[in-house]
């Protein structure tokens, strides 16, 4: 499972290592570099997450907001390792005023 946002992207120079992970079988979590794209600002940001996993009974995400799997996966026996995938995430290449909102939003949903 490769999951994304629906303001994110798979960067193109990642599909040829995806396609080499996908045909493994082992239970392995792979974390991702995540661009967060922010022209607006001109503050790119890096960040890691597990992204990419392969499917089995007994997973699942927890948290309200920017949801995590690897506890899950540690939980049922997953190693975790840096892939090269980078995942393109525009989400946040918007105004300040929009930053707070979504900020704003978030708070909201963690209380």
Partial sequence: ????DADERL???SIH???????TNDLTGFRC???NIDEVN??????????????????????RVHEQIDDSLIENGYQL???GIEIIHIGYNIPVEGVKKKAERNLSLLK
Avoid: C, H, W
């Fill in 33 to 35: 570099l995540v661009n």
């Fill in 81 to 83: 390792k840096n892939a």
């Fill in 11 to 13: 960067s193109a120079d």
């Fill in 42 to 63: 001109g503050r790119p940001k890096f960040m890691r997450y597990t992204r990419l996993f392969r499917n089995s009974q007994g997973i699942k995400f927890t948290g």
């Fill in 1 to 4: 499972i490769l999951y994304l």
């Fill in 17 to 23: 290592e995806l396609k080499n992970i996908s045909v």
